[in-house]
Structure formats: C-alpha cells, structure tokens
C-alpha cells in the first residue's frame, strides 16, 4: 500500500525500460504493476496463479496456447483480459502499448517455466518506483 494517490501517468513517466514492469502500489498480497511494452515477449506459464492485464494505451496482444491450438487476443485500450494459470502466452504489440498488471507479489515476469531470455525481456519480480 501507498500513503498518497499515484498517478498511472506520472508512474509511466518515470522510466523507459520496457517489459520491465513497476510496481505501484500492492492490494493484500497482490501487485499494481505498470510497464511499457513493445515488440515481442517470450512464451511462457505461470504454473500457479492467473494474470491479469489493463491496457492503459495503445494495444496489447496475447497468443495463447490452449488445447485447441493457439489463439491471439487483442486488448484495445481500456481493455481487460486475464490469462489462466497454466497457459502458456506471449504477450505482443508490434506499436507498443501502456499495461496494467495484477498478480501476486513475487510473479516472474518470465513465469515459471520459459523459452531462453533475451537481453530486452527483463525477468523480474518488479522494480520499485523511484
Ligand atoms: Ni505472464
């Protein structure tokens, strides 16, 4: 938790490093994160806890791999998706977007189990606001 509002936009201001997520505030033991993304992630799982996304600006894409084979999800602004535990996504966005996170304090931004990391994925638990 947080004595003071935070502005989303002051928040996103405050760094440029993307898919490397801020975390804002906390609700019980649950993460606020916020991060700047663009080009491609890396698929991975989260074994044990779901993932939810808020897209703030521009527009998100999710490929999931499901039983039935993959399938993308687009998140416009404004949009909420949350990604199950135990599917394997990537999430993409060729222009670049503005995202919300919520999520247990301590999830990998990488997951549990993931293909190699390159240099502009950072995997982290997320970085505190400075
Ligand atoms: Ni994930």
């Known amino acids: 938790m947080t004595p003071e509002p935070i502005s989303l936009d002051e928040a996103l201001?405050?760094?440029?490093?993307?898919?490397?997520?801020?975390?804002?505030?906390?609700?019980?033991?649950?993460?606020?994160?916020?991060?700047?993304?663009?080009?491609?992630?890396?698929?991975?799982?989260?074994?044990?806890?779901?993932?939810?996304?808020?897209?703030?600006?521009?527009?998100?894409?999710?490929?999931?791999?499901?039983?039935g084979g993959e399938r993308t999800v687009t998140l416009p602004k404004g949009a909420v998706f949350t990604?199950?535990?135990?599917?394997?996504?990537?999430?993409?966005?060729?222009?670049?977007?503005?995202?919300?996170?919520f999520e247990p304090t301590g999830t990998l931004t990488v997951g549990d189990r993931h293909d190699a990391v390159p240099s502009h994925v950072d995997a982290t638990t997320g970085h505190r606001l400075t």
Do not use: C, M, Q
């Open 13 to 67: 201001a405050s760094f440029d490093e993307l898919w490397s997520p801020r975390i804002v505030t906390a609700v019980n033991d649950y993460d606020v994160r916020v991060a700047k993304v663009e080009g491609e992630h890396i698929w991975h799982v989260h074994d044990d806890t779901d993932e939810f996304f808020l897209v703030l600006a521009g527009e998100l894409r999710i490929v999931l791999r499901e039983p």
């Open 83 to 101: 990604v199950p535990r135990g599917t394997e996504h990537k999430p993409v966005s060729p222009e670049g977007a503005s995202i919300l996170l």
